[in-house]
């Protein structure tokens, strides 16, 4: 699930960032308001947090900026103001639940999980692509499984990050920079390519291929001939 972070402390946003990636959530950074409206409204997100204290435009204005555009999107409201005034304001503007600090992760997860759960209920009973498919390959974004005919195939938390990533642009370069990214890394090392390696083994016989595009990025395609490149 593409999930967007705005929150202007960067130690809280890079340990938080951490322990969303690791539940499997493809996180991107926002560190203040207008990165934060522009990224929501331009970007196809599955769920936001928004700080309501992010400086230049608070969180509050972005919230209801972002609902004119993508009234469907769940937010999450994450605040030090544990004030009704502030709750209140929140939920009215357009927010669908509201955490403050501090807080355990856990709980912060399980709500973001029940708030993706009402959103999809509330519309047609299905998320909008829950489900990523290419060739004999068949990944719930939910569940982070991924499956080959009636085969499942296991996948570390990176991998399965990184499938859908290129499943979610299934024939368009994926940069390394946006790899890294997801995993809060500064691109410096290898991980990607290892983790492109390991990935290319475990679908083998999936009929989707993982293409090299030199120094741009990967790119997943559907491959019934079962080539790899």
């Not at 990636?21 to 203040?32: E, L």
């Amino acid at each position: 699930m593409q999930l967007l972070l705005a929150e202007d402390d960067q130690i809280l946003a890079a340990g938080l960032g951490a322990q969303l990636a690791q539940a499997g959530f493809a996180v991107q950074h926002a560190p203040n308001g207008p990165v934060a409206e522009y990224l929501l409204t331009s970007q196809p997100y599955d769920i936001a947090i928004i700080d309501l204290g992010l400086p230049m435009v608070d969180g509050l204005s972005v919230l209801k900026k972002v609902r004119a555009v993508r009234p469907e999107l769940p937010v999450v409201i994450l605040t030090a103001l544990d004030k009704l005034d502030a709750r209140l304001a929140s939920l009215n503007g357009g927010a669908d639940d509201f955490i403050t600090k501090p807080f355990i992760f856990s709980e912060l997860e399980a709500r973001l999980r029940a708030v993706l759960r009402r959103s999809r209920h509330a519309g047609s009973g299905a998320a909008p692509f829950a489900e990523l498919t290419a060739g004999a390959l068949r990944f719930d974004r939910e569940t982070r499984r991924a499956m080959v005919n009636s085969d499942l195939v296991d996948l570390s938390p990176r991998e399965a990050i990184l499938l859908d990533l290129l499943l979610a642009n299934t024939g368009k370069v994926v940069r390394k920079d946006q790899i890294a990214a997801l995993w809060n890394d500064d691109g410096s090392g290898n991980s990607a390519e290892v983790h492109i390696y390991r990935l290319r083994r475990k679908l083998d016989s999936s009929g989707v291929a993982i293409r090299t595009i030199r120094g741009l990025g990967y790119l997943l395609e559907a491959d019934p001939a079962g080539t790899r490149g």
